[in-house]
C-alpha cells in the first residue's frame, strides 16, 4: 500500500489517563475491547483491540501535562505520507506545537499540536501502512467530532493538511451549521461551532459503535461514567451519547440505525 493512501485517515487513538488499570477496566466493559501489550516504547502502554485488532492505546496522562492543565483525554492520529512536512505546514499555519516530529521504533514517526483554535490532534506516518478500513463495525470508532471557535479556519486548516473535502451539512439553528467533512464520498466525522458558553477548550470526540446505546449508557453509569448529553437521535435515524468516563475524559457512543 502506498502511504499516500494514509492521507486524511485517523489511523488510531490514544488515551491520556491518570489510572490506566480503571480506565482499561471502564473501557473493557463498555466497547467489550481487549487489551493487548506493546513493548517497544521502554514504557508501558496497553493497546486496546476489537476482535484481536489493536485499534488504540492508553497510557498515563504526564505529570508535566497535568501540571500544566492538560485533562484527561482521548487523542486521534491522523494519516500522513510525511509528517515532517506536515508538521511544518501546521505550525507556518498557527498550529501550536506540543510533541515536535519523533520516532516510534517499528512503528512509525508523529508529532502532536494543538490547531490554530486550540483543539488537539496527533500527525503520524507508519511505517508498514495498512489497507483502508472498511465501514466501521461494532467496536470500532465510527464518527470523529471537532468543537471549534472559528469552524471556516479549522475546515480550511483540515481540507488543506489532510485533503478531506465536505460532505454535507445540516443547519442546527442556533448553534448554525454542522459541517461534514471526509475523503473519496465516505464521511468521517462532523464539525460546529462551540457555543461561548459551553464548558471545556476546543476538542475532537470520538464516538464508538455499540450495538445498543440504551445498554451501553447503563454499563457507563454503573461503572462510574456520566451522561454528559443524549441519548438522542441524530438526522438519518442513528442514536448518539456524549459520556465522560470515571477518570475524566470525553468520549461518545454510537448506535447505527436498524436495518
Known sequence: MSLTEVRGRFLWYDLMTPDVQGAQLF????TGWGLQPFTDL???YQMFARAGVPIGGCMQLPEEASRMGAPPHWMAYLGTPNVDETFATATRLGART??????????????VIADPQGA???FFTPFNPQPPSHAPELGDVSWHELT?????????FYQRLAGWE???SHDMGAMGPYQMFGLGGYTLGGMFKKPPEAPGPPAWTIYVRVPDILAAVDVVKANGGQVLMGPHEVPGGDWIVVCRDPQGATFALHERKAG
Open 166 to 168: 465536505q460532505t454535507g
Open 120 to 122: 488537539t490532534i496527533a
Open 27 to 30: 473501557y473493557s466493559k463498555v
Open 148 to 156: 471549534t471557535p472559528d469552524l471556516d479556519g479549522a475546515l480550511g
Open 98 to 111: 506540543y510533541v515536535a516530529p519523533r520516532e516510534i521504533p517499528t512503528v512509525g514517526k508523529f508529532a
Open 42 to 44: 521502554g514504557t508501558p
